[in-house]
T-cell receptor, first 106, second 115 residues
């Protein structure tokens, strides 16, 4: 069993839809990261959170430490949001999920 | 905005050759990391580096790998004798404090192709 599991693996949405990507982890963590990987391969850090909720523009990340679960939400999705979204749990080291491929169609 | 830079962006090398992947972390960051991503697979931790020494390494980081901070700005990953299975995207990252405490900033990656 993977220590960090994401769902769904693939997600296709229409522009404007509300998107949710889920992440569950089995390791004890000090923080959880949400990352965005562009088609060219580059990785951008979106959020690091250890409790509660963070918001940046149209992106919202939440974490429930007791349930070992985090979600990434995108409001009013746009084609430029199309990318792979990765959650990574920081226990003794960063352990990455498999990623969720998001495609937003115009 | 400060960023982590990696060079080269793409490296092709023959099996058995040595390669050095270079990274310039953000200047006030103290923690440095290397990750790799084999095509179609998830990102994997290789090594973390703090205070001029390795603080943690994964099972992947065997004797053919080494890291160095040769001067005040560069952070390098050396692969001594490359194998076909070393073909991957290699990402450098840096953070001000440990990655459990502050956000990590990633470079754009070096795509290594071993032929």
């Amino acid at each position: 069993k993977n220590e960090v599991e994401q769902s769904p693996q693939n997600l296709t949405a229409q522009e404007g839809e509300f998107i949710t990507i889920n992440c569950s982890y089995s390791v004890g963590i000090s923080a959880l990261h949400w990352l965005q990987q562009h088609p060219g391969g580059g990785i951008v850090s979106l959020f690091m959170l250890s409790s509660g909720k963070k918001k940046h523009g149209r992106l919202i990340a939440t974490i429930n430490i007791q349930e070992k679960h985090s979600s990434l939400h995108i409001t009013a999705s746009h084609p430029r949001d199309s990318a792979v979204y990765i959650c990574a749990a920081h226990g003794s080291r960063l352990t990455f999920g498999e990623g969720t491929q998001l495609t937003v169609n115009p | 905005e400060p960023e982590v830079t990696q060079t080269p962006s793409h490296q092709v090398t023959q099996m058995g050759q040595e390669v050095i992947l270079r990274c310039v972390p953000i200047s006030n960051h103290l923690y440095f990391y290397w990750y790799r991503q084999i095509l179609g697979q998830k990102v994997e931790f290789l090594v973390s580096f703090y205070n001029n020494e390795i603080s943690e390494k994964s099972e992947i980081f065997d004797d053919q790998f080494s890291v160095e901070r040769p001067d005040g700005s560069n952070f390098t990953l050396k692969i001594r004798s490359t194998k076909l299975e070393d073909s991957a995207m290699y990402f450098c990252a840096s953070s001000e404090l440990g990655q459990g405490d502050t956000e990590a900033f990633f470079g754009q990656g070096t795509r290594l192709t071993v032929v």
